[in-house]
């Protein structure tokens, strides 16, 4: 993911350096701003290229792990919450987009658009009525959601046919957001998202724009939380 900014940050100096050499860069000539213009490419191939490694759940332990115990690509964030289970799990299923600053803007940098989240209406209820599927639900315990397609569209699985299917071209992926208790007015509130991909063109691009987008995910998960959090306290 690093490789991939320096690359695109190297170029983009570069391209700007071969107008008006950016000199508190130390790009002082037109001639530097082509080799900036080079690295920059050179570091963006080879964060295109890194490797993938893959990862497999021996052993399940939650819903999400049953649902996809391959993956190669993942995020996970947790936080405290000071209220019941049922409370959280009650503002898992309430917040709206609203509620998370950027959250729109966010999204249509995904590349997923405002169908997906429509104003006024719960996040995850918008994302089970669109693209994504509602794989499991344990009420007060853990929610799966997934969606699975050849990387340029999503069809509408059963929960057995989504473990089930591992064909190329496949990409696969699978939200959740899991509750533990502490005590009766306390909980950990965690989110995990997992992609599986297959195909080299697949993985590889997958790997792309992940490694792109990552950050943007990981703030509306971080985001997404703190306005369940919120919710739930309130209440």
Known sequence: MLLLYLGLMSAAAGVLSLLFPLRFLGIRTRKRGLLALGLGFLL???GVYLPVSQTRVETARTRLDEFMPVYQFSEFHSIAISASGDQVYRAIWAVRPEEIRFFKTLMRMRGLGDSM???HR???????????????????REIVVGRAGDGRGSSKLSAEEFKAIHQAPLVKIAMNFRIQEVDAAHCTLSTETRV???????????????????PGSSLIRHMWLRAIKLRAEAR
């Open 44 to 46: 963006f191939v080879a």
């Open 117 to 119: 989240a429509p104003q």
């Open 122 to 140: 719960p996040i995850l209820e918008s994302f089970t009525a669109g693209g994504f599927q509602l794989l499991a639900e344990d009420r007060g």
């Open 196 to 214: 599986y991909a297959v195909g080299p063109r697949v993985v590889r691009g997958f790997a792309t724009y992940w490694r792109m987008i990552y």
